[in-house]
């Protein structure tokens, strides 16, 4: 019985450091990209959209997106037309609202003979309303490389708790 009991207390005993450990490494994970290159190449792109975005350069914007652009919103819903989606940009984006990536939470993926997916935090700062928090969102977005080019695909636009 003594020999027993001393067995399911080492058991218990390695089930608990095993699982502190596993915790402990949760609580610090650090994102280190597959390729340094694609992140510099999707973390610049990121930088050419937002700018855009930023600026209401609808030019930029247009040449990002895909024609086959699919944007998710979990507010509005489902986006297909391209149009529709940068007159609803222009409309309620230029000039009312600014993108901040926050720092070091952008992570990349290859896609291979494709791409790449973005993930990342964001937050958007509201010139209408001065007084709102601007609370991080997290967005996804795949990117497509075709003859030379980057164009966003799909967009996943997800608000944690709202601005």
């Known amino acids: 019985m003594k020999k027993t009991l001393l067995t399911v207390t080492a058991l218990l005993i390695s089930v608990f450091v095993s699982v502190s450990a596993f915790a402990q490494s949760q609580d610090s994970y650090s994102y280190k990209p597959k390729s340094q290159a694609l992140y510099d ?24 997106f895909a024609d086959t652009i699919e944007f998710y919103h979990d507010g509005s819903g489902l986006q297909t037309s391209k149009e529709a989606l940068l007159a609803a940009l222009k409309a309620n ?13 952008l992570e990349v993926y290859p896609i291979p003979n494709y791409g790449a997916v973005e993930v990342g935090l964001h937050r958007f700062i509201n010139h209408q309303e001065n007084d709102a928090v601007s609370k991080p969102d997290r967005f996804i977005a795949v990117w497509r490389h075709q003859n030379g080019k980057w164009q966003m695909t799909r967009v996943i636009s997800l608000h944690m708790g709202g601005n």
């Open 41 to 64: 190449t999707i973390a610049h792109m990121d930088s050419v959209y937002f700018n855009a975005y930023n600026s209401c350069d609808m030019a930029t914007q247009a040449a990002i």
């Open 93 to 105: 984006i230029c000039g009312k609202v600014t993108r901040v990536l926050v720092k070091g939470s």
